[in-house]
């Protein structure tokens, strides 16, 4: 979870998979504040700001759906790893695709397409436009 509005697309997703499927929903906000020599060292006041500004996220979204039991971690690194870890033994990979622009729209953000690639359990991938229509 990014904290984008694109993610309450997801996490509505999310619950209802959960919901559907009788399980818990772990929700994972990879993070990591990029530089030339790589990744900022994770330090634990950034990680509480992460995990109460998650919680945040997820507020409204438990009150909808009250029998899912939710788990929230920040994990600290880069998103296609962590959420490929967060993965294994999962029954499912929900993520989001962000599309900026025309083109950008009509292919995979960096994230989801390399989880299409190296997911290690079914994957769905939320675009917005997806649930607009539905």
């Known amino acids: 979870m990014d904290g984008s509005p694109q993610a309450q697309y997801v996490l509505e997703s999310a619950f209802a998979e959960a919901e559907l499927r009788g399980a818990v929903l772990r929700t994972v906000r990879a993070w990591a504040w990029p530089h030339a020599g ?24 438990r009150e909808r759906h009250p029998d899912v039991p939710v788990v ?3 994990v600290h690194g880069h998103p296609v790893a962590v959420l490929r870890e967060a993965a294994q ?33 079914p994957l769905i991938v939320v675009r917005r436009e997806t649930i607009a229509a539905s």
């Open 38 to 61: 790589g990744f900022e060292p994770a330090d634990a006041e950034g990680e509480r700001h992460q995990l109460l500004e998650l919680k945040e996220t997820l507020a409204g979204h």
């Open 72 to 74: 929230a971690d920040v």
């Open 89 to 121: 033994g999962a029954d499912l990979l929900v993520v989001g695709s962000h599309g900026h622009g025309t083109f950008a729209r009509m292919i995979l953000g960096s994230v989801s397409q390399a989880l299409v690639q190296q997911s290690p359990c």
